[in-house]
């Protein structure tokens, strides 16, 4: 799950991680409020999950109240890459007298906690490890022995912070790795990590991923959403216990397990259809869930047709026809359905189907024909 | 010969005592796996169909002789679970459940690195089937006959449709294996590519990816440097959006790391050939074993 930057923040604060105060808005009135409590200079920036917003109009400084009122209404609702602005952080402005860039992910090829440390802060950092890769200073950390101080004062030494915050940069790397392994995080980001002219070190920007596995060991963070990426679909998937992608695409989707749902997305676009979605149905799928399936495909009103594709292993074919059957009789859907069934009880499921006889469902036998029909079908 | 489970497979199984864990320890007993006793804490004294179950796997080692585990309790009580198995000797842990946190995972391979004669499938597999011999796990063993292709998969349906596809033109496998799809796997490509290479029933090594990691990519440098016997490669997952996961925990495009296209190049260039659909893979294996 990504965290907006002001959850992030709030995450690293409970940690002893400074960050300038700050307050959430989602209204214009709500963010002048804010903004005369924290008083001024101060930014107001766009809550939504894009590198770049301050580029794109999504962070700007009031110096007065007028200010504050012209941007904050200016900045909600606003698009930014497709994403809309719902929520706004106030944040006092902060002094800045160098910028540096600060990260702890969990790396998957070395299987290990990667912490980085950079002076080039304020900059997309796969751009700097690229032109300057010597600009960056990196360990992994065994999960079993713990990021100790000596580890924070080679990497603030290695990266050639300012050597009077030394110190204070090498206690800040310690309350990241904290927050890391406390709450379960992927990867926890602070870009810039800025240095204010009275040598204070605060967290300016923060970008949080949290584990979802991990979400039952922390309800205070499984409690955080982010409106702007929600997704009508995404919502209504979720609640059902499914497992949902929207994408943009105009043919439904429906598979067993992760890897042929994928694969299936893979081989109707290459018969130039365009998916609508991701769905696993998962393994050992009932009827009910069936159900639930057909009804999110189908709540998006783009989808012009839809692919069923299942291969049985613990998912059974004839379970996964009883839901189609039923749904069937409870939403009636307008669009057609092609249906490939294979696998476990593979022969009864086709057999139910057939003598269902439901109008506007086409049986296919592999995988390719029933990717190029439901593509004809939806054009 | 086969790759990690075979006639010599004495299992152990945790968390025999709950609905799926028994249904699929009964499922590999009548395949022909010898299921020799399971662990449910709290349950120790109770039996199984004839299956006794302990509630240590020490007890069940000294007791079975257990020589594997497979792991089928649920994701808060996994981690400790791979740990105690080893802890107690067993050598072959194949841990099924999905959904456990990424930094127990990272704890737990930390940890097993340090004993290198503990081997962990998964987690977040489907298991592994050695057809004729031994099925540890939840592939449905009908599909796939005894032959000459070992095939490692980061997914399970995907590879009984890669595996079905290889059956209609008349091959078999050695072994299947499915790593899992998540973030810290305990085995990788490489390591199940290195026991293929040993393995002289092998004859053909397919491996079937997906977006994320770079698993895939490892393997590419592996293969050129040290395996003999052809690799094809399936990757799946061409057209996944970056910054979605896509199922699997392990499945997602970050920024411009771990997409499909880049691991499909990276296996091309170390001579390694890719289909772009399961049909087209199992048709460049019919290829290369015809020839």
């Not at chain 2, 004669?117 to 939840?138: F, M, T």
Request: with cysteine; aromatic share 6%; net charge negative.
């Amino acid at each position: 799950m990504d965290l907006l930057e002001y959850q992030g923040k709030q995450l690293l604060a409970r940690h002893g991680i400074p960050v300038p105060k700050g307050r959430v808005a989602a209204n214009s009135e709500d963010a002048v409020a804010a903004a005369n409590e924290i008083g001024y200079p101060c930014a107001i920036k766009a809550q939504v999950q894009i590198g770049g917003r301050g580029k794109l109009g999504g962070i700007k400084i009031a110096a007065n109240e007028a200010q504050a009122r012209e941007h904050a209404s200016a900045i909600l609702g606003m698009d930014i890459r497709g994403l809309t602005v719902h929520e706004l952080w106030i944040e006092g402005a902060s002094s800045i007298a160098s910028e540096y860039y600060a990260s702890v992910v969990l790396d998957r090829t070395a299987k290990a906690a990667l912490v980085m440390l950079s002076t080039r802060g304020g900059m997309d950092i796969e751009q700097v490890a690229e032109e300057t890769p010597e600009a960056i200073a990196s360990l992994h950390v065994d999960p079993l022995f713990g990021f100790q101080p000596f580890h924070a004062r080679r990497l603030a030494y290695e990266a050639r912070v300012d050597r009077d915050v030394v110190g204070p940069v090498g206690a800040f790397l310690g309350a990241l790795y904290r927050t890391f392994i406390e709450e379960e995080a992927m990867l926890v980001e602070v870009n810039p990590l800025v240095v204010t002219p009275e040598r204070d070190v605060v967290a300016l920007d923060a970008k949080v991923t949290l584990d979802d596995n991990a979400l039952y060991r922390h309800p205070d963070n499984a409690g955080l959403r982010d409106l702007s990426a929600e997704d009508p679909q995404e919502r209504m998937a979720k609640e059902r216990h499914l497992v949902y992608v929207k994408l943009d695409g105009d043919i439904g989707i429906l598979g067993n397990g992760a890897g042929l749902v994928m694969s299936t997305l893979d081989v109707v676009a290459q018969h130039g259809g365009k998916p609508a979605n991701f769905l696993d149905a998962g393994g050992g799928a009932k009827a009910e869930a069936i159900t639930a399936a057909v009804e999110v495909i189908l709540s998006d009103p783009k989808v012009k047709a839809v692919l069923f594709n299942i291969f049985g292993g613990i998912t059974r074919c004839d379970e996964v026809a009883r839901g189609l059957i039923e749904a069937f009789a409870q939403i009636e859907p307008a669009v057609p359905f092609v249906v490939r069934l294979d696998g476990t009880n593979g022969v009864e499921g086709r057999e139910l189907l057939k003598s269902a006889a439901l109008s506007n469902v086409h049986a296919a036998d592999t995988m390719n024909e029933a990717a190029a029909l439901v593509v004809e079908l939806a054009s | 010969m086969s790759v990690v489970v075979d006639r010599d497979t004495r299992l152990c199984v945790s968390g025999i005592t709950g609905r799926e864990g028994t249904f699929h320890s009964l499922n590999n007993r009548r395949y022909g796996t010898a299921v020799v006793s399971g662990v449910t804490p709290g349950k120790g004294g109770q039996e199984l169909e004839g299956i006794p179950v302990f509630d240590t796997f020490r007890e069940a080692v000294a007791a079975s002789e257990a020589n594997t585990a497979m792991i089928f309790v649920p994701p808060p009580f996994a981690a400790d679970s791979i740990l105690e198995a080893a802890d107690a000797g067993i050598t072959t842990i194949i841990a099924i459940t999905e959904g456990i946190p990424a930094h127990d995972e990272l704890r737990v391979y930390t940890q097993l690195k340090r004993t290198p004669a503990v081997r962990l499938i998964g987690p977040n597999c489907p298991g592994v089937l050695s057809p004729g011999k031994a099925n540890v796990g939840i592939i449905p063993a009908a599909f796939f006959r005894e032959g000459n292709v070992g095939v490692v998969s980061r997914s399970g349906t995907l590879t009984y449709q890669v595996g079905n596809e290889l059956a209609q033109r008349g091959f078999g496998n050695s072994s299947i294996v499915g790593i899992g799809g998540d973030p810290v796997p305990g085995s990788s490509f490489v390591d199940i590519i290195a026991l293929f290479e040993a393995d002289p029933e092998t004859e053909l090594i397919m491996m079937s990816g997906e977006i994320g990691g770079s698993g895939e990519e490892e393997a590419a440098e592996y293969i050129d440097q040290y395996v003999s016997k052809p690799v094809i490669a399936y990757i799946a997952g061409f057209t996944a959006p970056p910054g979605k996961t896509m199922g699997h925990a392990g499945a997602i495009v970050s920024g411009t790391h771990g997409t499909a296209a880049a691991k499909a190049a990276a296996l091309e260039a170390h001579g390694v050939r890719v289909g772009r659909t399961p049909t087209e893979i199992a048709d460049i294996a019919a290829e290369i074993l015809a020839s």
